[in-house]
T-cell receptor, first 113, second 114 residues
């Protein structure tokens, strides 16, 4: 158990809809990362937050947004969903701003029909 | 885009044999990490090697890093069936804005047969 909690574990929705994925980092970790894993794209870095502030941005679509709250949990919002958004979405946390070891949650599997 | 490319894409060996996976990357890095992923599960950190290190050991794992060739290798000795998983290298690059980006490679699927 990594200590990182992600909900929901599975989510099935229709094209055009909006979903929110939630992540609770390990106790004490200030940095949260979001990754998308799909068969054709592999593991793609989406965004990093540190202590509530966005610190690094990767291949995150404009339809997607994220935030980190004062209690350090984070949410990833995916809107206007397309079939190609079907993937595993991982949250990871680390103690510091500059990586080191990442602790991954078990992921949220999103299926868009 | 993927920073790291693992080779081979898939590897099948017998229990007790050694498994070697290679990773090549494109840009300068602060450190390189290896992760393991069991099917459909979260990734688990295995080992981190800094850019000024050449070799590191952890249990049955041995990692090498050659920054001049922009490549790394992961050796698992005396493999076990429980080592069956996908293995990813990840390169850590510090960004000018103060954040950092850990970019994962394409992964090697290792199957260890009894």
């Amino acid at each position: 158990d990594s200590g990182v909690t992600q909900t929901p574990k599975h989510l099935i929705t229709a094209t055009g809809q909006r979903v929110t994925l939630r992540c609770s980092p390990r106790s004490g970790d200030l940095s949260v990362y979001w990754y998308q894993q799909s068969l054709d794209q592999g593991l793609q870095f989406l965004i990093q937050y540190y202590n509530g502030e966005e610190r690094a941005k990767g291949n995150i679509l404009e339809r997607f947004s994220a935030q980190q709250f004062p209690d350090l949990h984070s949410e990833l919002n995916l809107s206007s969903l397309e079939l190609g958004d079907s993937a595993l979405y991982f949250c990871a946390s680390s103690a510091s701003l500059n990586t080191g070891e990442l602790f991954f949650g078990e992921g949220s599997r999103l299926t868009v029909l | 885009s993927q920073q790291g490319e693992e080779d081979p894409q898939a590897l099948s060996i017998q229990e007790g044999e050694n498994a070697t996976m290679n990773c090549s990357y494109k840009t300068s890095i602060n450190n390189l990490q290896w992760y393991r992923q069991n099917s459909g599960r979260g990734l688990v950190h295995l080992i981190l090697i800094r850019s000024n290190e050449r070799e590191k050991h952890s249990g049955r794992l041995r990692v090498t890093l050659d920054t001049s060739k922009k490549s790394s290798s992961l050796l698992i000795t005396a493999s076990r069936a429980a080592d069956t998983a996908s293995y990813f290298c990840a390169t850590d690059r510090r960004l000018t804005g103060g954040g950092n980006k850990l970019t994962f490679g394409t992964g090697t699927q290792l199957k260890v047969e009894l």
